[in-house]
């Protein structure tokens, strides 16, 4: 079984600053890694993910995440958020021979002007 | 290409009641995935399904039950509903389960309420 810890509950800055949101993950198995974003009164929708290959992706948004499997942590990090950036930001792992999804208890971000 | 599509987007229901939510995929998904979101738990996977088919299933009580027909389209059920029910249930959809990697994507949910 897998299990994903969000290190913080909310994380509020300033518009156009750095912003980093921790994940850290357990697994036995190899995983894929995946970052999503809730708005208000919406599903989710894919920031990015980690499949294989290099450890850094880039995802939508200008948000990307670097994967540290000796740490076995997976933080999303954006160089200058803007307002529209406000929602909540779910981490998500799956074992790479299956399909079922577990999420940390997600990250409120909240970009203030 | 239209996107997961969940109906109803919102419902109240009393306890005891039955309800059931509707989800359809994205054209040419044969997976469907239910997830419940709820302030205390957070997202919990429920149940997959492909080619009509569970192929998976979280740890949730028999009250919970889903199929899937053979347009792929889902139904998960929840009979004798209990306040805690109350959430957001948000279904999934991809190519295929297990095996490759397929992206899963999200339909925008149904708020249940039980009363």
């Known amino acids: 079984a897998q299990s994903v810890t969000q290190l913080d509950s909310q994380v509020p800055v300033f518009e156009e600053a750095p912003v980093e949101l921790r994940c850290n993950y357990s697994?036995?198995?190899?995983?894929?890694l995946f970052w999503y974003v809730q708005y208000p009164n919406q599903g989710l929708q894919l920031l990015l993910k980690y499949l294989s290959g290099s450890t850094l992706v880039k995802g939508i948004n200008g948000f990307e995440a670097e994967f540290n499997k000796s740490q076995t942590s997976f933080h999303l990090r954006k160089p200058s958020v803007h307002i529209s950036d406000t929602a909540e930001y779910f981490c998500?792992?799956?074992?790479?021979?299956?399909?079922?999804?577990?999420f940390g208890e997600g990250t409120q971000l909240t970009v203030n002007p | 290409k239209a996107g997961v599509t969940q109906t109803p987007r919102y419902l109240i229901k009393t306890r005891g009641q039955q309800v059931t939510l509707s989800c359809s995929p994205i054209s040419g998904h044969r997976s469907v995935s239910w997830y419940q979101q709820t302030p205390g738990q957070g997202l919990q996977f429920l149940f997959e399904y492909f080619s009509e088919t569970q192929r998976n299933k979280g740890n949730f009580p028999g009250r919970f039950s889903g199929r899937q027909f053979s347009n792929s389209r889902s139904e998960m059920n929840v009979s004798t509903l209990e306040l805690g029910d109350s959430a957001l249930y948000l279904c999934a959809s991809s190519l295929a389960p297990a095996g490759d990697y397929y992206e899963q994507y999200f339909g925008p949910g149904t708020r249940l309420t039980v009363t």
């Open positions: 998500a792992v799956t074992a790479t021979s299956g399909s079922r999804l577990t």
């Open positions: 697994s036995s198995v190899s995983v894929y």
